[in-house]
């Protein structure tokens, strides 16, 4: 019986019974509930869109009991909510050196009636910086070939000695689930603590792509938000974005980075050509309105 | 080391192919013992008689010995010689996370294997409030009632649904206590939950609820959880109440009561 793959059997399920500590079941919404995990003492974070109402929001803890949970803010972009919790709780361990496509990963969950969850499979993507296509921005993209189930999301990601990846999403990519990483979570988790929210640069603009004559390449203004950041300095339609806060505008997610690299309230200089002429015109930057 | 191949490849020799007679299609099973006991689902097993294929393709009659259709288990009895029954483990030690593995025969494809891990364990919501074990492995109609095995190959489940995509399986050592001591007392009916409490759409011939002369449309006054409490109570008899002849201007709720006899199961081995 004494055999490598029932040694690894035996890892899995060590790794999952330690790992289950720190992960909660979420009821924030009708049928099926999803996971949550201890980030830090008392806090406890789970995947946005599995959160479907404000109020009346309970967790499940490791030891069966179920306990009211406050919903300290969301950030819908990053796909993360954070929850208040009357509980200590036993928070994830540091998270994992760099994961690499073919490490083997378990996502671990939790529900009210079958106690801790576990599904397995490898890492099979991992990159650089990636936006969402909900508008945030992960530190690095961590797609998993694992099976994600109704519950899954929100759940701790792990290699097999049990050091987090993440928490388990399936909301952010079509084709895979994916592990938002722990440093976009420390992130956002402090950011909502202080403010309640995750705050985004806005311009008040609509941009498109355009290549000039010389071959340089800008983004010309086709709209301009009355009374945002932008009209109120003074920016017009037809004015080509060449660049903002010294980095070059060739494509919008450089007005992301530009705008990301910039805080809420923060003056930056844009570089427009009007007319054909360059002019500079320092805009303050505004924070983008939330979606209701 | 024994390779995940090696030890595939015994548990496919203790799997067997379960078909009925004039139907395509049908499920898998697990060799018990070398005495010529099959265990399969009861919804394989929908008849009195079966045909198995064996993994050397050798095809024999089979014989539905017992069922319970509350664990939807069966037990069939084939006469053959050389046969090599199934390791079995403890499902009370299985833990979420354990690498496990099926064989069956998935849409028709024999001996199919497929593997993950135990996803969890536990009852599920309608399935009454005994713990079953879910596992991501993949399945297919055809895997119904063959085994779900450990990293060491012994049989620790017998898949029987897909739920929200898992596979769900009955823990082993049911399967084993229904070989040990026969089927769990039942009715021997299909009942449909309703808001009074629970409607008898059919009623078995040869049923526990036949011989106390419950009917068709008749409403027991008691949730699925308290019958499955009550048939689980060990006791030889129980007293149901129920409603009959229902009309929607009665003044008075018609409630009758009866006394079913569940008979006695064998008593647990030692």
Redesign the interface.
């Known amino acids: ?1 004494a ?4 040694a ?3 890892e ?6 330690r790992v ?1 500590k720190s992960v909660v079941a979420v009821h924030a919404r009708p049928r099926f509930s999803s996971s949550g995990v201890f980030w830090r003492p008392n806090i406890v974070v789970t995947a946005e869109h599995t959160i479907r109402r404000e109020e009346e929001i309970t967790v499940t803890l490791p030891d069966g009991s179920n306990m009211a949970a406050a919903l300290a803010g969301s950030d819908a972009g990053t796909d993360l909510a954070v929850l208040r919790v009357e509980h200590q709780g036993s928070a994830a361990g540091n998270p994992a050196v760099q994961p690499a496509p073919g490490h083997l990963a ?1 996502a ?1 969950g939790r ?1 009210k ?8 499979g490898i890492v099979s993507a991992v990159s650089g910086p990636w936006r969402t296509w909900r508008g945030g921005r992960l530190d690095a993209y961590i797609r998993l070939d ?2 994600l ?2 519950g899954s999301s929100g759940g701790l990601v792990v290699n097999t000695d049990g050091a987090p990846l993440g928490i388990a999403t399936s909301a952010l990519s079509r084709i895979a689930g994916l592990a938002i990483p722990a440093t976009t979570i420390d992130r956002v988790v402090d950011e909502i603590l202080a403010r309640g929210r995750v705050s985004r640069g806005y311009l008040g603009v609509g941009l498109q792509p355009v290549e000039l004559p010389d071959h340089q390449k800008g983004l010309i203004v086709l709209s301009v938000e009355p009374g945002g950041p932008a009209a109120n300095a003074g920016v017009l339609i037809g004015d080509i974005l060449m660049s903002l806060g010294g980095r070059a505008a060739a494509d919008t997610e450089d007005v992301q980075m530009a705008l990301e690299a910039h805080g809420v309230g923060q003056s930056v200089e844009a570089a427009v050509l009007r007319g054909g002429t360059a002019q500079t015109i320092a805009i303050k930057i505004g924070e983008r309105p939330r979606r209701s | ?4 191949g090696e ?1 595939a490849e015994r548990l496919r020799r203790s799997t067997v192919e379960v078909r009925l007679k004039g139907n395509r299609g049908g499920g898998s099973g697990v060799v018990w013992s070398n005495a010529g006991l099959v265990l399969t689902n009861a919804h394989v097993a929908r008849a009195g008689q079966a045909e198995v294929e064996l993994w050397d393709g050798r095809l024999l009659a089979a014989r539905v010995v017992s069922r319970d259709a509350r664990r939807d288990l069966a037990l069939l009895r084939i006469a053959a010689a050389d046969l090599e029954p199934a390791a079995t483990g403890d499902s009370s030690a299985l ?5 496990v593995m099926a064989i069956g025969s998935p849409l028709g494809f024999a001996g199919a294997l497929s593997r ?10 309608g399935m009454g409030p005994q713990p079953w074990i ?1 596992a ?1 492995v993949r399945l297919a109609p055809g895997n119904s009632g063959g085994p779900l095995a ?3 190959g012994q049989v620790i489940g017998i898949n029987t649904a897909i739920v ?3 596979g769900v399986a009955i823990p082993s050592n049911a399967a084993a206590d229904f070989v040990e001591r026969g089927p769990r007392p039942a009715l021997g009916v299909t009942l449909e939950p309703v808001p009074l409490g629970l409607l008898l759409v059919q009623i078995e011939a040869a049923g526990a609820a036949a011989a106390a002369s419950l009917k068709a449309g008749d409403i027991l006054l008691m949730s699925l959880a308290e019958l499955h409490a009550a048939l689980d109570s060990g006791e030889e008899v129980v007293k149901l109440r129920f409603l009959r002849g229902l009309e929607p201007d009665s003044r008075r709720l018609p409630v009758r009561e009866t006394h079913v006899r569940l008979g006695r199961r064998r008593a647990e081995a030692a």
């Open positions: 019986m055999n490598e793959l029932a690894l059997s035996q899995l399920a060590a790794a999952v019974e289950g378990l671990i529900s009636d079958s106690g801790v969850n576990a599904t397995w694992l099976t189930y109704p | 080391m024994r390779g995940l030890i833990r979420p996370g354990e690498l993950g891990v135990v996803h969890s364990i536990g009852p599920i919501e879910r991501g450990n990293a060491g929200n995509g898992l």
